[in-house]
């Protein structure tokens, strides 16, 4: 019976057949003509007897009052629909039925084509208030594919106040299209922003990933509200599901890399291992979308995932933060406001939280992810901003300084005292040279490789006047280990100038596994700077698989002691200097490693140190010590020891003329 109220709950419990019932009067038995049945038919209810279509009877009973009203009518439905009140078929397309005392107005109806799930409003008017039968025929061959990844596969209907339904219904729409497309179009410009900022200065890859982690937040923004809303068919529905799984991983792992990018030196090894289950889950999600929800509607090893990603990110910064005390503090907030947004929802589904509507508890969530892309979009440009400003600073003390050291020239050539002048010389003499060493100190690498197929040790003594030694590394994603080792020319402040851009250089060009190209393009940098003068010597050398690729621009020869056969190979290439002859023919060579070979890159310094009597050490008897101390040894650093106490055995408290360096890689034995 209905009675004064506004609106009533949806129909329920109706009576289900597989054909229409002959004669009415038997519905009021329902053993007679079918089972009561949820017409809405959620996963594992579709009847045995469904071939496709099926007949669902409902009785209405309309208080006095009532008679003759039009009662509002909503129908949600997947695939097309027959409406009948008491046999006789009701249009919902020019809103008459056979009968003029029964009438279907249709103010607002939004379809897709009648073969999705469509929405259509309506007013019912009954006659009288005896009791009615409200009857749907539903034809929906898609059942089975809908209930594979969650769907409904039937409809409801629900009875309310005409003008009420309408107004709930067009704000409903209307209102998530404006999200459909105004989210994205938030998260895009967000995205946009930092990519075009990856495009002009690549070595900040924190704006890539973040801008990968818009452009999916933004997709999965729109695909959301196409889902719910306005999709075409159940096809299109069931292949717009499928993205979930792949986009909502895609997304977090992206935001895992920022996070690593932003609090961590390196890339933990455990990234690949997460990052392998993440594409297997995406994977089985595309084949079978259901396989990531949860019974009721919520992702199941998605979300799992995904809250594990949230877990590491905020330990990761969580860390950063209390223990080391470092770390941007807007990003932590911003990855706490992500974690919000996944657990939220996730919370409804499982039963932690009380359920409200779906699509609201999204939409909550879609803002709250705004405020992890302000967060980091608000770190990224401040780091932007801070760096420009440091630059300008920076030209302002050198601009400051270089006025400042004119002045103290002019100054030096007015003064009339011979002593203060040649004092003030020979002071700032003093002063550079320390200056360069520290320069030239500063620009070795803080520690060793530690490289599973190559043993490494390195060593270093600097000179009074100092040479402008350099050594460096450079480890690939792929494993490739890359080392440098230099000396630049002249001497003092400008060699350490020569370091510190070979050095840049290095760390800009040491991923190109072109070694000719590296040196081709570092001496037109060099030549560029016009240094005058200056130039740096370098050898070049890549290890990868067992091979070492080797090129030199005027360094000695590089000695390779074979283990297997007991003998010393020289391999000598002859170059310029880089940054001398911009197209000079520099060569090439690749040679075999075996387990044991252990390699030896020196500079100038060491065979050409003196003793106390004023002896050169010369190349062939460098060349000897490094074959009598690898015979004894078992590592890179035993071999470094070695030559070290033969090397101090020979100059006793001779100070060196030059820079002594020399690095050794041994091929580990498996």
């Known amino acids: 019976m209905l009675t004064g ?31 009561s049945l949820d017409a809405t038919l959620p996963p594992g209810s579709l009847p045995g007897s469904w071939e496709g279509h099926g007949w669902f009877h409902h ?25 009948f009140l008491d046999g006789v078929p009701v249009s919902l397309e020019n809103g008459t039925g056979s009968d003029s005392a029964i009438s279907i107005w249709n103010p607002f109806t939004y379809r897709n084509d009648g073969v999705a799930q469509s929405f259509t409003l309506g007013t019912l008017v009954l006659p009288d208030t005896a009791q009615h039968w409200l009857t749907v025929h539903l034809t929906n061959p898609d059942a089975e594919r809908l209930h594979q990844v969650g769907y409904n596969a039937g409809f409801s209907v629900r009875l309310g106040d005409p003008d009420a339904l309408a107004l709930e219904w067009a704000t409903t729409v209307h209102g998530t299209t404006g999200l459909q497309w105004g989210l994205p179009i938030a998260y895009n410009i967000f995205a946009l922003l930092h990519l075009f900022l990856f495009f002009f200065y690549p070595r900040i890859r924190e704006n890539l990933y973040f801008a990968v982690v818009g452009f999916c937040i933004s ?14 068919s159940a096809r299109e529905l069931i292949f717009i599901r499928r993205f979930w799984s792949p986009l ?90 992500f974690v919000v947004a996944f657990g939220y929802p996730l919370s409804v589904v499982v039963g932690l939280l009380p359920p409200i509507n779906l699509v609201q508890t999204l939409t909550f969530s879609f803002y709250v992810i705004l405020v992890l892309l302000f967060a980091i979009s608000l770190y990224l440009s401040r780091q932007f901003a801070q760096t420009n400003r440091a630059l300008e600073q920076r030209i302002v003390e050198i601009e400051t300084l270089s006025r400042q050291k004119l002045e103290h020239e002019r100054k030096a050539q007015q ?25 030239q100190l500063s620009m070795l690498p803080h520690e060793l490789p530690s490289h599973h197929a190559y043993d490494v040790a390195a060593f270093m003594q600097t000179a009074t006047e100092v040479g402008g030694d350099y050594y460096d590394f450079a480890e690939d994603e792929d494993g490739a280990l ?110 075999k490693l075996a387990p044991g070979d252990i390699v030896l890159f020196m500079s100038d310094g ?40 033969h090397l101090r055995a020979w100059a006793g408290d001779q100070p060196p003329d030059d820079d002594v360096t020399f690095v050794v890689v041994r091929k580990r034995t498996p």
């Open 59 to 83: 009785p209405v009973q309309a208080h006095g009052s009532f008679v003759g009203t039009p009662l509002g009518i909503q129908i949600q439905h997947f695939g097309p629909v027959a409406l």
């Open 219 to 232: 997709l999965i923004v729109f695909l959301n509200y196409q889902e719910a809303y306005f999709y075409q």
């Open 5 to 35: 109220q506004q609106e009533w709950p949806v129909l329920s419990s109706w009576v289900y057949s597989p054909h229409a019932a002959p004669d009415l009067q038997t519905l009021e038995s329902p053993n007679a003509a079918g089972a």
């Open 248 to 337: 909502t991983i895609l997304t977090v792992l992206a935001l895992l890399r920022f996070v690593y990018a932003i609090y961590l030196k390196r890339l933990p090894r455990h990234f690949y291992v997460l990052a392998g289950v993440g594409a297997i889950l995406a994977i089985v999600g595309w084949l079978n979308p259901r396989l990531g929800w949860f019974p009721v509607g919520g992702r199941t090893y998605v979300y799992a995932f995904a809250l594990l990603i949230n877990i590491e990110m905020l330990r990761v910064a969580a860390y950063s933060i209390l223990w080391k005390r470092e770390g941007p503090i807007v990003i932590a907030l911003g990855v706490l406001a």
């Open 482 to 591: 890359t080392i440098a080792v230099g000396d630049a020319t002249g001497h003092g402040l400008k060699a350490g100038t020569m370091v510190t851009a070979t050095k840049s250089l290095f760390k800009l060009l040491g991923e190109d596994q072109d070694l000719l190209s590296i040196f081709s393009r570092s001496t037109r940098a060099l030549k560029r700077m016009n240094l005058r003068s200056l130039y740096m010597a370098l050898t070049l050398a890549r290890f990868s698989n067992g091979s070492l690729q080797l090129a030199t621009a005027g360094m000695p020869a590089t000695l390779i002691w074979r283990a297997a056969t007991q003998e010393m190979e020289t391999v000598l290439l002859k170059g310029m200097p880089l940054g001398s002859f911009p197209s000079f023919p520099y060569q090439e060579t690749s040679l």
């Open 415 to 439: 003064d009339e005292v011979q002593r203060l002048q040649l004092e003030a010389a020979y002071q700032q003499k003093v002063q550079e040279l320390e200056e360069a060493r520290q320069l």
């Open 606 to 645: 060491f065979p050409e140190l003196f003793n106390a009597a004023r002896e050169m050490l010369g190349y062939d008897e460098a060349a000897v010590l490094f074959q009598r101390v690898v015979q004894d040894a078992s590592s890179a650093k035993a071999v470094v020891d070695g030559l070290v106490s």
